[in-house]
């Protein structure tokens, strides 16, 4: 059974700063990528950031340069640190981890509960 626990999220003032954390834990062969998506009212989930096994970084635009996603040496933590937030950047996030549960299988997407982050302006 996978699980991915997520926490960081909050309230905050526009310009403020919060990290959130998702730890993967259960049957864990291998871990393709972890990412954040986020979701706001009316509106699709997005990507806001991914990270590849091998370090690989991307970052849908309107966070570039004010987000950062980053991960722990066992690469089964991943971080997201949420710099100069706006009011826009109101959503629920949500955890995503591509893994391999054993050798030989498909990869497959697993996501966490979500987490709720709201700027106030």
């Known amino acids: 059974q996978m699980h991915l626990a997520e926490s960081g999220g909050g309230l905050v003032q526009s310009g403020g700063s919060l990290r959130l954390s998702c730890a993967a834990s259960g049957s864990i062969f291998s871990i393709v990528a972890m990412g954040w998506y986020r979701q706001a009212p009316g509106k699709q989930r997005e990507l806001v950031a991914a990270?590849?096994?091998?370090?690989?970084?991307n970052y849908v635009d309107s966070v570039k340069g004010r987000f950062t996603i980053s991960r722990d040496n066992a690469k089964t933590t991943v971080y997201l640190q949420m710099n100069s937030l706006k009011p826009e950047d109101t959503a629920v996030y949500y955890c995503?981890?591509?893994?391999?549960?054993?050798?030989?299988?498909?990869?497959?997407?697993?996501w966490g509960q979500g987490t709720q982050v709201t700027v106030s302006s």
């Open positions: 990270i590849t096994s091998g370090g690989s970084t």
């Open positions: 995503s981890a591509v893994l391999k549960s054993r050798p030989g299988v498909t990869a497959e997407t697993y």
